[in-house]
């Protein structure tokens, strides 16, 4: 079994920056109007199946704990991606059996379906016969779910051969393929394209990730529009942050401002009226994109040392609880405890540092299409207005004050050498003293540029 395993979507990441425009699909196949069963709002999240979080061995208990992990905050099930599968890279089949063995012995629903990605996507059929019968298989409208990455390859060359497979083996296909538009914003004539390039599938995925928070946003909203209006499902991305690895060929950044932008995501999935969100991921480490708790300490090494040094993205997962079950009932949940969580880098940037440009150096910064944010990032959960106090060390007099109100607040603070302290107030009492659990230095690059999460309840 290889140690490694490269999946398909990384192959594809860059080559969608220069697409040209594609040929739409002639299929002149009826889609019936899609069942209550399709209709119920669901939240999944994209996991890699490629690394497991308890490492190329994971066992079948590790693989339960992460459905634990995910199951708290609301998540529904996972969408696993696989690069590979039984012919091509064997060990994918092998890790996905072990997942749906998980999953059937919780003691909750939680449910599964595959994201063939590159290889995988020339075995479907093995892959729905493998799955269909699988207690954690999720069903719609009596039919697996299936979905894709990069369907039909990243000029959508064999996409229509793809989607009449899927259509004869009877699995209910919503895949993700890169539109003309590639990483650009998609606009209406964007999407309404998309929808006739899916012919009989029954819905799109759009997978985000890879552009600014508001992007994401429009994309998403018109992607939302067209596919109800033809009675498709449509499942929209969130995505915490991103940074790739230095380390290769796709170290590039988009600034999403802490939470905020995770947010700005939430509430335009919700607001369009998305039938299923995707969280993207719940573990590409290597693109640092994943929500999935990685242990008490702050930081860990997780599945394979090239990925570094990983921060906690927990407070993204965690915040993302309230966007959930707004997303799932169709109204703002009340909330009930006051809740703070904090996001930011742990070197200072815009420093003049001595070394290599080379963007294999830890000081070298990620390829961005805009600055990246030197701030401390916090998103306030009120039950009442309150005062928020953001500080540095001992260094007082640079302590930032602010009046919030109730409900949900995103505000920001400059970084500067220190460890954040985080006091929350209401009529002269303190509800939260928290003091961030990592530092931020002026030459510690051990992060790499990736956001660090934390969070504190009263």
């Known amino acids: 079994m290889p140690s ?34 399709s209709r119920r709002k669901r939240v999944f999240a994209h996991y890699m199946v490629a690394w497991p979080r308890g490492g190329p061995h994971a066992t079948v208990a590790s693989y339960e704990a992460e459905c634990r992990d995910a199951h708290a905050r609301g998540i529904d099930g996972f969408a696993l991606n696989c690069g590979g599968w039984n012919r091509s890279e064997p060990h994918y089949k092998q890790r996905v059996l072990h997942l749906y063995d998980a999953a059937a012995h919780l003691d ?60 004869r083996l009877g699995a209910f296909f919503v895949p993700h393929f890169f539109p003309s538009s590639g990483e650009r914003q998609i606009s209406a004539r964007d999407a309404a394209q998309i929808a006739e390039q899916l012919g009989s599938a029954d819905g799109y995925f759009y997978f985000g990730a890879a ?48 939470f905020s932008g995770m947010a700005t995501e939430w509430e335009a999935a919700i607001t369009s009226g998305a039938t299923w969100v995707q969280i993207v991921t719940w573990n590409d480490w290597a693109e640092s994109t994943y929500v999935a708790p990685i242990g008490g300490t702050g930081r860990a090494h997780v599945y394979d040392d090239r990925f570094g040094d990983l921060l906690s993205h927990t407070g993204y997962l965690d ?56 701030q401390i990032h916090v998103s306030v959960f009120l039950t009442a207005p309150a005062v928020l106090v953001v500080s540095l060390g001992s260094v007082q007099d640079a302590a930032k004050r602010f009046d919030v109100p109730a409900g949900v607040t995103h505000v920001s603070v400059d970084a500067r050498a220190g460890t954040p302290r985080f006091v929350l107030q209401r009529h002269g009492k303190t509800l939260i003293d928290k003091t961030g659990d990592q530092a931020i230095s002026a030459d510690d690059f051990s992060g790499a540029y990736n956001y660090f999460s934390g969070s504190a309840d009263a």
């Open 4 to 37: 490694c395993p490269i999946t398909g979507r990384r192959r594809f990441m860059l080559a969608c920056l220069s697409l040209s425009c594609t040929v739409p699909l002639n299929v002149d196949a009826t889609v019936p109007p899609p069942g209550a069963d």
């Open 108 to 167: 909750f629903d939680f449910k599964l379906f595959v994201s063939a990605d590159g290889r995988a996507q020339d075995e479907i059929e093995d892959i729905v016969a493998t799955t269909r019968g699988l207690k954690a298989q999720l069903l719609v409208d009596n039919k697996p779910v299936l979905s894709a990455y990069a369907a039909g390859g990243k000029d959508f060359t064999s996409g229509a051969a793809l989607m009449r497979e899927a259509g």
């Open 211 to 258: 552009g600014s928070p508001n992007l994401i946003a429009e994309s998403t909203k018109a992607l939302s529009a067209e596919l109800k209006s033809r009675s498709k499902v449509f499942m929209a991305p969130v995505t915490p942050t991103y940074r790739g690895l230095s380390a290769g060929t796709n170290y590039r950044a988009f600034e999403t401002s802490g």
């Open 319 to 374: 915040a993302s609880k309230y966007y959930i079950e707004w997303f799932k009932s169709g109204s703002k949940p009340t909330i009930m405890q006051d809740r703070l969580f904090y996001f930011y880098r742990l070197n200072l940037l815009g420093q003049d540092h001595p070394g290599s440009s080379d963007a294999h150096d830890a000081r070298t910064p990620p390829r961005t299409s805009e600055p990246l944010s030197s």
